[in-house]
Antibody, heavy 121, light 107 residues
Framework: QVQLQESGPGLVKPSGTLSLTCIVSGGSISTSDWWSWVRQPPGKGLEWIGEIYHSGTTYYNPSLKSRVTMSVDKSKNQFSLNLTSVTAADTATYYC??????????????WGQGTPVIVSS | DIQMTQSPSSLSASVGDRVIITCRASQRINSYLNWYQQKLGKAPKLLIYAAASLQSGVPSRFSGSGSGTDFTLTITSLQPEDFATYYCHQSYGTPQTFGHGTKVEVK
């Protein structure tokens, strides 16, 4: 099973852009897995942000779609998240995760440790 | 969006108890239902995928059942390390959505 590690600034100013990277180790990003971001506001539940395949195909949560961009860098075995025009509501722990799948659905089989991001001036 | 309603939102139990958590989807999702365990300050951990398949390495006291709209996570003989929050997750529709969680606490 792969290991995932998020990196990026822990503090972002309101109206700025949140940028995170997830490094994949122990396996290639060019597998059949999808690569995803999930966030969790303090004391709250989990929210799926979106997912990307190594080909570059993406699916985003409609509630965030206008502000989200995901990308894959196969040469570095990593994928990234950009979230623009952030507000305090975007304060959360952000997880990267791998999505395994078959004909019975998709499931998050590996997770990064999570990185807390605070939106504040 | 497909809404996932988990119940109860919290429960108190003792070591050795049988614990049942339910998750209801707002529309049919076949077996596209997964369960995760999350401990404080940690990432979620996959327990059950495709409604009833036990993830490798997960103890057999965890089991899942259901299809369509109603699903169940059962923990037979609760162990000290099982006190945590549990989430269901549907991958049938976009966006993928999670239940609000069930916190299993010490009685």
């Amino acid at each position: 099973q792969v290991q995932l590690q998020e990196s990026g600034p822990g503090l972002v100013k309101p109206s700025g852009t949140l940028s995170l990277t997830c490094i994949v180790s122990g396996g290639s990003i060019s597998t059949s897995d999808w690569w995803s971001w999930v966030r969790q506001p303090p004391g709250k539940g989990l929210e799926w942000i979106g997912e990307i395949y190594h080909s570059g195909t993406t699916y985003y949560n409609p509630s965030l779609k206008s502000r989200v961009t995901m990308s894959v860098d196969k040469s570095k075995n990593q994928f990234s998240l950009n979230l623009t025009s952030v507000t305090a509501a975007d304060t959360a722990t952000y997880y990267c995760a791998s999505l395994d799948w078959d004909w019975e659905g998709k499931w998050f089989d590996a997770w990064g440790q999570g990185t807390p991001v605070i939106v504040s001036s | 969006d497909i809404q996932m309603t988990q119940s109860p939102s919290s429960l108190s139990a003792s070591v050795g108890d049988r614990v049942i958590i339910t998750c209801r989807a707002s529309q049919r999702i076949n077996s596209y239902l997964n369960w995760y365990q999350q401990k404080l300050g940690k990432a979620p951990k996959l327990l059950i995928y495709a409604a009833a398949s036990l993830q490798s390495g997960v103890p057999s006291r965890f089991s899942g059942s259901g299809s369509g709209t109603d699903f169940t996570l059962t923990i037979t003989s609760l162990q000290p390390e099982d006190f945590a929050t549990y989430y269901c997750h549907q991958s049938y529709g976009t966006p993928q959505t999670f239940g609000h969680g069930t916190k299993v606490e010490v009685k």
